[in-house]
């Protein structure tokens, strides 16, 4: 069980993980599968759970069931843990721990997406 809500840990394809991140797309788990195998972790990813379906109310006289058709498919999200249980996806970002393919330093913003190019001369504090 985790300290903090910052740091978790699942049972991802039953492997003990740290989660970096929950309910991500496919495009997303690409970007941080590429950036944490350069970085030397073994990256677990396994689909999430589908949500959980609310309560139908009672059907009256008069009126149909909903056809399995007419039910809007939930969008396919991925878990993403890696297997080194120290690691924790805040800490790396901001201990600067995490390099990019061409050797800057992880910031935020990269992180999140935000910036194709890792700017690591400007502190994330500075900007």
Not at 73 to 81: I, K, N, S, V, Y
Request: proline content about 8%.
């Amino acid at each position: 069980m985790a300290i903090n809500k910052n740091h978790e840990f699942e049972d991802l394809d039953n492997i003990k993980c740290s989660i970096v991140e929950k309910n991500v797309s496919p495009e997303r788990v690409a970007f941080l599968k590429d950036l944490l195998t350069f970085n030397k972790y073994e990256v677990v990813v396994v689909p999430s759970p589908a949500p959980k379906a609310a309560v139908a109310a009672p059907i009256t006289e008069g009126e149909t069931a909903p056809t399995p058709a007419s039910t809007t498919a939930a969008p396919t999200t991925f878990t993403l843990g890696v297997t080194d249980l120290r690691f924790n996806p805040t800490n790396a970002v901001f201990g600067r721990s995490l390099h990019t393919t061409d050797g800057h330093v992880v910031t935020l913003a990269y992180w999140s997406q935000e910036d194709a190019v890792s700017n690591d001369s400007v502190p994330y504090f500075e900007k």
